[in-house]
Each structure stands twice: as structure tokens, then as C-alpha cells.
């Protein structure tokens, strides 16, 4: 099956400092890359998506980068505030059919900013 | 926006006992995912519903069973309970399987 690993494991900010996490993934059928940020007693909750076909997505401060060649992505975040602090994952899936659900996670990075 | 309803949102059981586990996917979702995170943890895919047929399986132990019912909740059976039982329990939900997955606040089973 895919294995997705996922780099740093904690990451520390200053607020307005960038934060960047990086993932890899193994399996190249893998088609579909979302970003989930999960607080703490809560679920994981969607911040951002990308598909294999779309090299680049952002979405305010929160921009995510698919190279499929080397088979790596990558969160980036922009101007970090305190309430960005979270555990946040990436996971890998394949596309079509009745298989996208069987999303494969990273370990995830516990993001802390500091005012 | 309507959210993923999971209940209960703790439940507490002894060694060998049965739980069952209910989620509400969001309106006019048709799939349903059930997921496991143990303690500092990634989420583990255990079982998928799509128009209450199962469309896959992952790693969900025999002792357990799960089905998705005509208004489209799923409900995650789980028997002889074990120690190594004791996760958060999410349950997420699509539209349809090609589209982000959505998921609950989950389920917090202690087993004792």
C-alpha cells in the first residue's frame, strides 16, 4: 500500500514567521493530496487539497506544492498567527471509483506559534 | 454548515464487552468512512460505505463489523473488547467517493 511520511514532526514559529511542512509519498497511482489541521479534542479538518494534476493551489495564507516526479508535497503557511498552532497532516490517496476514501496519513507535525 | 454527527462523544467500556458507535454523515453525503487514531497517532483506515454497500477495507479487526443504513448513518459495531481497543473513533463522510472527505469530532472509547 502507500506509505506517505511526513517531515518535521514539531515545528515552532514566531507569529508572522512562515512555517512549511514537507511529505513524501510512494505510491505514484497516488492522485489526490489533502491537508488536514486537527486541534486538539477534535476532528481532523480539511485545510487544503490538491490533485495530481494542478502543480500549485493556494488559498489565502495556506498554499500547497505537488512536485509528482520526486513524489513529494508540501504545506506552506504565511504570516502564522497563535491560532495556527495544531497537528496538522497530509495524506495521499488514489483517485476513481470507490477508492479516494482510503485516505494514507503521515505521522503529522504538532505546529506551535508563538506570539 | 452542517457538520459529521458522531455518538457518543466518550464512551467507557470494560474488557470484552460490545460498543457501538453511530455517525450521522453530513446531508446528502452518500459515503461513509470510519477511521482509528490511537494516542499521538495518525488515523488508520478501517471501513468505507458507499450508497450502503461496502466499497473497502482496511485494517478492522474481525471483532468488528459495520454497515450504513438507508438514511445513510453508520453505525460501527465492535465486540470482545480489548485493551488495545482504547482510540478516537472517526467517522467521515463525501458526496460521492471522488470528493473531500469531511470528518466528525469522533469518538472517544476507553477500554478498562
Known amino acids: 500500500g502507500e506509505n506517505v511520511e511526513q517531515h518535521p514532526s514539531t515545528l515552532s514559529v514566531q507569529e508572522g514567521d512562515s512555517a512549511v511542512i514537507k511529505c513524501t509519498y510512494s505510491?505514484?497511482?497516488?492522485?489526490?493530496f489533502p491537508w488536514y489541521k486537527q486541534e486538539l479534542g477534535k476532528g481532523p479538518q480539511l485545510i487544503i487539497d490538491?490533485?495530481?494534476?494542478?502543480g500549485e493551489k493556494k488559498d489565502q495564507r495556506i498554499a500547497v506544492t505537488l512536485n509528482k516526479t520526486a513524489k513529494h508535497f508540501s504545506l506552506h503557511i504565511t504570516e502564522t498567527q497563535p491560532e495556527d498552532s495544531a497537528v496538522y497532516f497530509c495524506?495521499?490517496?488514489?483517485?476513481?471509483?470507490?477508492?479516494?476514501?482510503?485516505?494514507?496519513f503521515g505521522r503529522g507535525t504538532q505546529l506551535t506559534v508563538w506570539p | 454548515a452542517a457538520g459529521v454527527i458522531q455518538s457518543p462523544r466518550h464512551l467507557i467500556k470494560e474488557k470484552r464487552e460490545t460498543a457501538t458507535l453511530k455517525c450521522y454523515p453530513i446531508?446528502?453525503?452518500?459515503?461513509v468512512y470510519w477511521y482509528q487514531q490511537g494516542p499521538g497517532q495518525d488515523p488508520q483506515f478501517l471501513i468505507s460505505?458507499?450508497?450502503?454497500?461496502?466499497?473497502d477495507k482496511g485494517s478492522i479487526p474481525d471483532r468488528f463489523s459495520a454497515q450504513q443504513f438507508s438514511d445513510y448513518h453508520s453505525e460501527l459495531n465492535m465486540s470482545s473488547l480489548e485493551l488495545g481497543d482504547s482510540a478516537l473513533y472517526f467517522c467521515?463522510?463525501?458526496?460521492?467517493?471522488?470528493?473531500?472527505?469531511?470528518f466528525g469530532n469522533g469518538t472517544r472509547l476507553t477500554v478498562t
Open positions: 467521515a463522510s463525501s458526496k460521492r467517493s471522488n470528493s473531500p472527505l469531511h
Open positions: 505510491d505514484s497511482a497516488s492522485n489526490y
Open positions: 490538491i490533485r495530481s494534476n494542478v
Open positions: 495524506a495521499a490517496s488514489i483517485g476513481g471509483g470507490s477508492t479516494l476514501g482510503r485516505l494514507y
Open positions: 446531508p446528502r453525503h452518500d459515503t
Open positions: 460505505f458507499y450508497e450502503k454497500m461496502q466499497s
